[in-house]
């Protein structure tokens, strides 16, 4: 490209009289162009601490009213560790928290050092922040809904920029992936005003918008035409700060594929939520991580044609598939191969479960009047269903367990997240406490649930040398709770203290802040 420039402007001056003094000025005209040329070519890897761990700012006005305990020398005091490793918890330490991290721990009966304040967790246990892995930053609408489950189009997106933060901070997730993005320049500001101290909130790996193919029922997505689209629109935001990208259901092979490469030359990841695209298919183009478990893969449904959707969604799949198959196990096989990760998101699919029942009243209580509404019809007509649908689900569900389990023990990595979306069934923060609760009703130990929750996240991330557990020089990211998660998993929702940056915040100023707001703004 540069010899052709050369070309172009020898014939566009003449060749006559070009000496040594024409030859130098043609090359400072040319150095721009070049350099644009070059940097075009060789795009930067994004520095992911960095970007999603800036340095600690001091909370300003609008978060001073959430902080219980300003950033200092702290000391939990008999306190019992669980540190996300899947480690046993050790019991009745003293964690020294200096400034933004994690200074220490030492048996609960040693004399504190110089300078520490105190506090009294005895009978209390901390756990590391959670990481959500799929926690997104707005409720879906349905305007005019009906007790028969009808609406009027478009589906519409609201954003809660406001109420969503705040949740997700109050219930213990410290960071966040936002895992697809209706309004990426909303996102990346409010990540920049948590990160500057300006509004309360967790570190946010701010997620580009859907990469969605033609047909999306979303009016809100842009609809790529062709790979070239895929490649640009890659481009554009990983210019504009995002730190990873979401494939969504109509998605072609080759646009996956073109946003795969555009997104893996800045050093960045994909996930996806696929339909038109299988799960082998996506393994063998590159793609990172799979949402929503093995409930969207598409590879055994009857009328799956190339780079289409089908009408099922992955439902025969999924009915079809267990861990003792062949198809099962050679899917999981070729994932743990090809070092793609899983995303669980067990609460958004509880309908299918025989724990699904209606959301406690605390939860209720943060909806908007319209919201709730809109949540108990869409319950009832789950309740609605009949004897052979629940069947189905109750068969799709315990495939969807035994899949995660078995996906774990091949050696996959399994991150957890609760997809908060639209029918108030799983709200920010809630969702991601309920998420690490159904991992061990599927199975898994309450310790290796806090480090699916925890320290996996953290790890898909690049960040596990910053967050993710509780060990000496990591980010004093942690949760403070009354109980013993490590025995009895559904303590992690009595939490007293949420530390991030080693600042304590109130969850329940935090609530009270959005309290009837959820699902308005």
Same mark, same amino acid.
């Given at each position: 490209m540069i010899g052709q420039l050369w070309l172009a402007l020898i014939n566009q001056k003449g060749t006559a009289g070009i000496g040594p003094k024409e030859e130098t000025n043609m090359i400072v005209e040319l150095m721009p162009i070049v350099a644009l040329l070059l940097s075009a070519a060789t795009?930067?890897?994004?520095?992911?601490?960095?970007?999603?761990?800036?340095?600690?700012?001091?909370?300003?006005?609008?978060?001073?009213?959430?902080?219980?305990?300003?950033?200092?020398?702290?000391?939990?005091?008999?306190?019992?560790?669980?540190?996300?490793?899947?480690?046993?918890?050790?019991?009745?330490?003293?964690?020294l928290l200096d400034g933004g991290k994690i200074a220490g721990i030492?048996?609960?009966? #040693?004399? %504190?050092? +110089?300078?520490?304040? =105190?506090?009294? *967790?005895? $009978?209390?246990? /901390?756990?590391?922040g959670i990481v959500g892995m799929h926690d997104h930053q707005y409720y879906i609408a349905r305007p005019d809904l009906t007790s028969d489950g009808k609406s009027d189009k478009p589906l519409l997106v609201p954003q809660m920029t406001f109420s969503s933060p705040r949740m997700y901070l109050a219930e213990g997730v410290t960071t966040l992936r936002s895992t697809g993005s209706v309004e990426p320049y909303t996102d990346l500001n409010t990540k920049q005003m948590i990160d500057g101290g300006m509004l309360p909130g967790p570190h946010m790996d701010v997620t580009g918008p859907y990469l969605e193919g033609g047909g999306s029922p979303f009016i809100q997505m842009h609809q790529l035409v062709d790979a070239a689209d895929a490649t640009r629109t890659v481009n554009f935001w990983a210019d504009q700060g995002v730190t990873s990208f979401k494939a969504y259901?109509?998605?072609?092979? #080759?646009? %996956?594929? +073109?946003?795969?490469? =555009?997104?893996? *030359?800045? $050093?960045?990841? /994909?996930?996806?939520?696929?339909?038109?695209?299988?799960?082998?298919?996506?393994?063998?183009?590159?793609?990172?991580d799979l949402e929503h478990g093995f409930f969207v893969n598409t590879q055994l449904d009857p009328d799956k044609v190339p780079d289409v959707c089908p009408k099922s969604y992955g439902d025969p799949t999924l009915a079809a598939m267990t861990p003792g198959s062949g198809v099962g196990a050679a899917l999981i096989k070729l994932l743990v191969e090809r070092h793609v990760a899983v995303t669980s998101t067990l609460p958004v699919f509880e309908d299918d479960a025989p724990t699904n029942g209606i959301l406690p009243q605390r939860q209720l209580d943060l909806l908007t009047a319209d919201a709730r509404t809109d949540y108990l019809y869409l319950h009832a007509l789950e309740g609605r269903r009949s004897v052979s649908s629940k069947a189905e689900g109750a068969k799709l569900w315990a495939n969807e367990l035994a899949m995660e389990r078995a996906f774990v023990s091949a050696g996959g990595m399994l991150l957890a997240g609760p997809d908060p979306t639209g029918d108030g069934r799983v709200l920010p923060g809630f969702g991601d406490q309920r998420e690490i609760e159904l991992l061990v009703a599927a199975g898994f130990s309450p310790i290796d649930a806090i480090r699916i929750g925890t320290l996996n996240g953290a790890t898909y991330l690049g960040l596990a040398d910053r967050i993710g557990s509780i060990e000496v020089g990591k980010d004093a990211d942690l949760v403070l709770v009354a109980g013993d998660p490590s025995q009895k998993i559904t303590d992690i929702e009595a939490i007293e203290t949420v530390f991030k940056d080693g600042v304590g915040y109130d969850p329940e100023a935090l609530l009270a802040s959005v309290r009837g707001r959820y699902g308005q703004y």
């Open positions: 795009p930067v890897n994004v520095d992911m601490a960095a970007r999603i761990l800036p340095a600690a700012t001091a909370p300003g006005s609008a978060v001073k009213p959430f902080v219980k305990l300003p950033a200092g020398k702290l000391a939990l005091v008999h306190v019992r560790v669980i540190d996300g490793t899947g480690k046993a918890a050790q019991q009745d330490r003293t964690l030492v048996p609960g009966g #040693d004399a %504190l050092p +110089a300078g520490y304040r =105190a506090i009294d *967790a005895g $009978g209390k246990s /901390v756990i590391p259901m109509d998605i072609t092979r #080759d646009e %996956l594929k +073109a946003a795969i490469e =555009a997104a893996h *030359a800045r $050093g960045l990841k /994909v996930t996806g939520h696929l339909c038109s695209v299988t799960y082998p298919e996506a393994a063998m183009l590159g793609i990172d």
